[in-house]
C-alpha cells in the first residue's frame, strides 16, 4: 500500500468512528447526576455514641450512611452466638491427647468462644491473628494452650463479652427500623463479630446466613444486599465463604472493572486505568481532619473514583473513637461539594456501577422526539436504582420534556463539546423514555 492509500484508508476509518459517536447519542454518566465521583460514609460495630452524637449530625446535613451492625447483642434478634457441632467436653477431652493440628484446628477455633472461661476470647484472638498472618504453627500452639489451661483449671469459668459486642449495648430494633426509613442503611457485620477465616464452615455460615435472617426479618430484602466481615478480612478461606453469600462485601469486591484499594494500602487512586476506583479510607484518632479531607480533594480530581470512609468508635466509645465534633466539620467539608460528589449508601453506589456496567442502551430517532430503550442484565429486584443518562439532543431544543411510564421531567438543555445534551435519571428494564423538546 503507498501513502495515498493509507490516507485514503486512515480516512475512510475515521468516517466510520466519528458515525458511530454521532449515533451514539445517549450515555450513562459514570455517577448518578453526573458527578465528579462518589462518597460512601460507613460505621462499623454499632457503637451506641454513633448514634447518639454522630447520626444526629448527618441527619441535621440530609447525608446518608451505611451501618455495619452486629446482630446477635441486638434485644430481639432471633440469633445469638453459640457453637454449633459436637458436645464441647468431648472436644475439650480430646485436646489432653491429640495436639491441635489442621484437621482439628476450625472445630477448637469455633468452640474456643464458648467454652465458658472468662480469658478464653484473649486466647481466640491472638491464634486466630497468627492463622490469618499465616503462622498456623502459632495459631495451633495458641489453641494448645487454652485448652490446656481450660483442662487443669486455671482460668476462671464465666462468659465475657467482646469489646465490639459491649459497645453496641442500648441498640435497638426499633430505633434502627426508624433510621432505615429515613433513608439510612444497616447491612450485617455478623452475628458476633468474629474471626471468619479460623470457624469451621458450619459456624461460618451460621455467622453469616443467620445474620442476614435476622436483618431480613426485622429490615427487609434490601438490607442484605451488603455485608463486611468483622476486622476488614481479605483472607482467602474467609472470602470463599463469605463472597457467595452477599451480593457485594465491603472487605472485598471482585467486579473485574473496579480496582479496590483497601483501607491498609498505600497505593494511590488513579493510576490503575480501570473504569472505576473503590478507595477506601479509614478514620482513626491518628488521622488529621486535612489529610481527610484530601481523600475528597483527590476524589474531585479524578473522574472514577469512589471514596468509601470507614468509621469506628465516636465519642469515647468504640475501637478509635473520633469526637462528633471533627465528624461534623467533616462532614460539612465533603456536603460544600455536593454538586460534584455523589454522596450515597454503600450499596446505592455498588449496585449503580453494576447496572451502568451491565447495561444496554439504543436511541431510535423520530420526527419530533427521542425514544430511549435502557435495560440491565442484572437481577431487576435487586438492582433498580435509576441511572442518569446524557441525551443528544438537536441544538434547537432548550427545554426538554422527558417521560417514562407517564411519568414527565422537564430538564434545561445544555452545551458540551459534542454537542446540545439533558440529563436525567430513568429506570431501567421500565417503558420506553421519550424525549422531546417541550
Ligand atoms: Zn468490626
Redesign the pocket.
Known amino acids: 500500500m503507498n501513502i495515498k492509500w493509507i490516507s485514503l484508508f486512515l480516512f475512510a476509518a475515521f468516517l466510520i468512528i466519528d458515525t458511530n459517536m454521532v449515533s451514539a447519542q445517549t450515555e450513562i454518566t459514570k455517577w448518578q447526576g453526573d458527578k465528579k465521583g462518589a462518597v460512601s460514609i460507613t460505621y462499623?460495630?454499632g457503637s451506641i455514641n454513633q448514634f447518639r452524637y454522630a447520626l444526629p449530625v448527618m441527619q441535621r446535613l440530609h447525608i446518608p450512611a451505611t451501618f455495619y451492625i452486629i446482630t446477635g447483642p441486638i434485644p430481639g434478634s432471633k440469633y445469638q452466638g453459640k457453637f454449633i457441632g459436637r458436645p464441647i467436653s468431648e472436644i475439650i477431652r480430646e485436646t489432653a491427647t491429640q495436639p491441635t493440628n489442621e484437621m482439628n484446628y476450625f472445630e477448637r477455633a469455633s468452640a474456643a468462644k464458648y467454652l465458658g472461661y472468662i480469658g478464653a476470647d484473649a486466647y481466640y484472638d491472638k491464634s486466630a491473628i497468627a492463622f490469618e498472618d499465616g503462622k498456623l504453627a502459632d495459631a495451633y500452639k495458641i489453641m494448645d494452650s487454652l485448652y490446656s489451661n481450660v483442662r487443669n483449671g486455671s482460668l476462671k469459668k464465666g462468659m465475657e463479652l467482646s469489646d465490639?459486642v459491649a459497645q453496641e449495648k442500648g441498640l435497638t430494633w426499633d430505633s434502627i427500623k426508624k433510621y432505615a426509613g429515613e433513608g439510612y442503611e444497616f447491612a450485617s457485620?455478623t452475628i458476633t463479630?468474629t474471626h471468619m477465616a479460623v470457624l469451621d464452615t458450619t459456624n461460618m455460615f451460621y455467622e453469616l446466613e443467620k445474620s442476614k435472617e435476622d436483618i431480613k426479618n426485622h429490615l427487609g430484602d434490601r438490607y442484605t444486599f451488603t455485608a463486611e466481615i468483622?476486622?476488614g478480612i481479605e483472607h482467602p478461606r474467609a472470602m470463599k465463604y463469605s463472597l457467595p453469600s452477599y451480593p457485594t462485601l465491603r472487605n472485598l469486591m471482585t467486579d473485574p472493572y473496579m480496582q479496590e484499594i483497601n483501607r491498609g494500602y498505600k497505593t494511590q487512586p488513579g493510576s490503575a486505568g480501570k473504569e472505576y476506583v473503590q478507595w477506601q479510607r479509614g478514620g482513626t484518632t491518628e488521622t488529621p481532619l486535612p489529610l481527610m479531607q484530601s481523600w475528597v480533594d483527590t476524589t474531585l480530581a479524578h473522574d472514577n473514583i469512589w471514596l468509601v470512609l470507614v468509621f469506628h468508635g465516636v465519642d469515647g466509645i468504640g475501637y478509635e473513637a473520633l469526637p462528633h465534633q471533627l465528624l461534623d466539620t467533616y462532614f460539612q467539608y465533603i456536603k460544600q461539594h455536593n454538586d460534584s460528589l455523589w454522596i450515597a449508601t454503600f450499596s446505592d453506589v455498588a449496585k449503580y456501577m453494576r447496572e451502568r456496567m451491565h447495561a444496554s442502551l439504543q436511541t431510535d430517532k423520530t420526527k419530533n422526539k427521542l425514544v430511549v430503550h435502557l435495560q440491565h442484565s442484572l437481577d431487576k429486584n435487586t438492582y433498580n436504582i435509576p441511572l442518569t443518562l446524557k441525551t443528544y439532543v438537536p441544538q434547537a431544543w432548550k427545554a426538554v420534556t422527558v417521560t417514562q411510564d407517564g411519568k414527565h421531567q422537564k430538564v434545561q438543555a445544555n452545551q458540551d463539546a459534542k454537542g446540545t445534551y439533558v440529563l436525567y435519571n430513568a429506570s431501567p428494564n421500565k417503558g420506553a423514555i421519550e424525549v422531546a423538546a417541550k
Open positions: 462499623d460495630d465490639e457485620h463479630h468483622p476486622f
